[in-house]
């Protein structure tokens, strides 16, 4: 694609990212209690992809990263060797068999819109993750998507905590298309430790 191509393309996600948090404010208005989704990993899980919360377009379609301009699918395409285009639940299902699981770190919060800074502060209750990581045996990294999830592990998840981890608990640049100034090549670079062990026995 060349660079016009590309640029334009990048200039509609993020005018339908502004559309879409804008829309999302309205649709829950007056009901913005936010319940996550359930954990998807499997126990031999090598990595595991904690979010924040998922965002309105997630919980309505009750998918992980179902944003059309969220990076996250295609990524894990350049990861781990999924294929993006398959049926929902088949990539999932291939995400785990390749080792990766998805959680988020909020199971519960109070939240106008899908921006993480609208997350109304002490309303927030954390998934019960410190207990499902004593159950990973395999595990080698911890990716949190975005500093607003790395934050929240740090505040929520690190106390609860019976001993330190024994596997790195990274910060990675949010594949959101709020975060759209990072193109895909920069995500992958930024991502690699996710590949590099995956690859490692």
């Known amino acids: 694609m060349c660079s016009a191509k590309r640029g334009k393309c990048l200039l509609r996600c993020r005018v339908a990212s502004m559309k879409d948090v804008h829309a999302d ?3 829950v208005t007056g009901n913005d209690i936010c319940i996550g ?7 031999q899980a090598r990595v595991l992809v904690l979010g924040s919360m998922p965002g309105v377009a997630s919980l309505r379609e009750a998918r992980y990263y179902a ?3 969220n990076r996250f699918w ?3 395409s350049l990861l781990a060797g999924i294929d993006a285009g398959l049926p929902y639940a088949a990539r999932v299902a291939a995400l785990n068999d390749a080792g990766i699981g ?3 770190v909020i199971g519960r919060c109070r939240r106008r819109g899908s921006l993480d800074a609208d997350i109304v502060r002490g309303s927030e209750v954390p998934n019960p993750i410190a207990a499902v990581l004593a159950t990973l045996p395999a595990l080698q990294l911890v990716a949190c998507n975005g500093a607003a999830a790395h934050r929240a592990f740090q505040r929520f998840i690190v106390p609860g905590l019976q001993r330190p981890l024994e596997v790195p608990v990274l910060a990675l640049p949010s594949t959101s298309p709020a975060n ?3 193109s895909l090549p920069a995500l992958q670079h930024a991502w690699r430790a996710v590949g590099e062990s995956l690859a490692r026995l």
């Open 102 to 104: 998805l959680w988020d």
């Open 25 to 27: 404010r309205q649709d």
């Open 180 to 182: 759209a100034a990072a």
């Open 37 to 43: 989704l359930p954990a998807q990993l499997g126990a």
């Open 74 to 76: 295609p990524l894990m």
């Open 67 to 69: 944003h059309p301009c």
